[in-house]
């Protein structure tokens, strides 16, 4: 089924997706991502469709726009703290210039939900 969903980012928001099971909710998570190419239409990200982006516009999108797991066993590996686990994008997009920064962004991340 077509599908049409605009996110304004001056006016963020949480949107659910949800439905029966097998109803495409994880397909549409992953073209949603960029993940998956869809079958028709496009996905785009500041106006731009995410696959025939140039290379470092994809790059910023895959560094913007993040999942959030429903189950964090999935995605986390419990014998790791959580400044590991909030380390790792940190390093890969280098969104901080020094390991003081990448600490201080880790807090703040964690103070803003609540974890400190």
Known sequence: HPINLSLDSDNP???????????????????????????SGSVRYEGQDVWTAPRSERYRFRRDVQAVSQDPFAAF???????????????????????AKASQMMQDACAAVGLM
């Not at 928001?13 to 079958?39: C, D, F, H, Q, Y």
């Open 13 to 39: 928001r949480i949107v659910a997706i949800v439905g029966e099971s097998g109803s495409g909710k994880s397909t549409l998570g992953n073209i949603m991502l960029g993940l998956m190419r869809p079958s």
């Open 77 to 99: 590996n419990p014998f790791y703290k959580v400044d590991h686990a909030l380390s790792i994008p940190i390093r890969h997009f280098g969104l901080a210039t020094s390991r």
